[in-house]
């Protein structure tokens, strides 16, 4: 593996380790109860990592696998059934986490998207090194949302100034 690439996974799965740090811990009450304004909760950001980051980016626009698993809702990206579990919401982010690697590491960094929507710059997601680079900052900035909402939650910090 050349180094641009260890240097790129690295960076992502130290975004990804932050987001699971961030949800052990808490109960099914404070991984559902919205803190914020907005009324996402931290199992909605995680299902909305599973699908819009992990399985959208790398299976549909690297992989080119089939687009027929998304929610009707608009917003379905960020529901959580309450029928569903908190454990197999952040199940699905762990197995969707292993299947981006899989992907990630049978593409070039150079390869060029398999998918690509008509409304995107052609120089934003131009090849896995890009979505790469998207990737993280997105699942990165999730990361530091989440920091918020545990302190408020429970009073936990990730960084203590």
Do not use: C
């Not at 593996?1 to 949800?23: G, T």
């Not at 569903?84 to 960094?109: C, F, P």
């Not at 530091?144 to 936990?156: H, S």
């Amino acid at each position: 593996m050349d180094r641009e690439r260890e240097n790129l996974a690295a960076a992502l799965a130290s975004a990804r380790r932050h987001v699971l740090r961030q949800v052990e811990g808490l109960d099914d009450d404070a991984l559902r109860r919205p803190v914020l304004p907005s009324g996402w909760t931290i199992l909605g950001l995680v299902r909305h990592l599973t699908l819009s980051d992990e399985r959208f980016w790398f299976e549909v626009v690297v992989a080119g696998e089939p687009f027929d698993w998304w929610p009707k809702d608009d917003a379905g990206d960020w529901l959580v059934s309450p029928d569903e579990s908190a454990q197999d919401v952040i199940t699905a982010y762990r197995n969707a986490i292993t299947a981006s690697d899989g992907i990630i590491a049978a593409h070039s960094l150079d390869a060029p998207p398999a998918y690509r929507e008509d409304q995107w710059d052609p120089d934003d997601f131009a090849d896995l090194r890009a979505i790469l680079r998207h990737v993280i900052i997105e699942t990165a900035t999730h990361a530091g949302q989440l920091d918020a909402v545990r302190e408020l939650l429970d009073g936990r910090q990730y960084i203590v100034l």
